[in-house]
């Protein structure tokens, strides 16, 4: 169990495409997870990717059992352990919010995602998961799972007017100033 580094933007290892998981349910694979979810705790983010702490693997977090102070106004995303995800949009129709991520800290830019998805993949039991979300719960998971393929939130940006320090774009919110 340890709060692990989180790599920032311009570090190469952010741009890989991660490798898949072969084998599930392994003491690797479980230090992996306590890993993420203690790092992504004490930073206090929405989700955590495993190359954002070096591991290229495609394994992704997300969600929590309560609001997300970083996200006041975010709905709860369930906690959930993503390995080797597969997203597919369900409609061609996108929409645009704000995005942060703990690699590109004190920093939000407005990023347009598909508004309904399907993702499936398995968890650290190697037992299949699929959901099909829509809004805050999908934006989540596509932030996430870009990480998995070298991308981060600037690179989908469209509209760089709406991009900006959180601390000049939202200065009455203590809470995600930091971030
Ligand atoms: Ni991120």
């Not at 347009?112 to 499936?120: C, G």
Request: net charge negative; glycine share 8%.
């Amino acid at each position: 169990m340890a709060v692990r580094e989180i790599l920032k933007m311009g570090d190469t290892r952010l741009l890989r495409v991660a490798q898949a998981v072969t084998a599930f349910d392994t003491d690797e694979l479980h230090l992996l997870i306590t890993d993420l979810l203690d790092t992504m705790r004490a930073f206090e983010g929405a989700g955590l990717a495993a190359p954002q702490i070096g591991v290229d693997l495609q394994v992704v977090i997300f969600g929590t059992d309560r609001a997300n102070p970083r996200y006041p106004q975010a709905p709860v995303v369930p906690r959930t352990v993503l390995i080797n995800p597969v997203i597919t949009p369900l409609a061609a129709n996108e929409v645009a919010d704000w995005e942060g991520c703990l690699s590109v800290p004190g920093l939000r830019g407005m990023v347009p995602r598909f508004e309904r998805i399907r993702y499936a993949g398995f968890d650290p039991y190697g037992d299949p998961i699929e959901r099909t979300v829509e809004g805050f719960h999908a934006r989540v998971v596509q932030h996430e799972c870009d990480h998995l393929i070298g991308k981060l939130y600037p690179m989908r940006m469209r509209d760089f007017t709406q991009f900006g320090f959180t601390s000049v774009l939202f200065p009455g919110l203590d809470s995600i100033a930091d971030d």
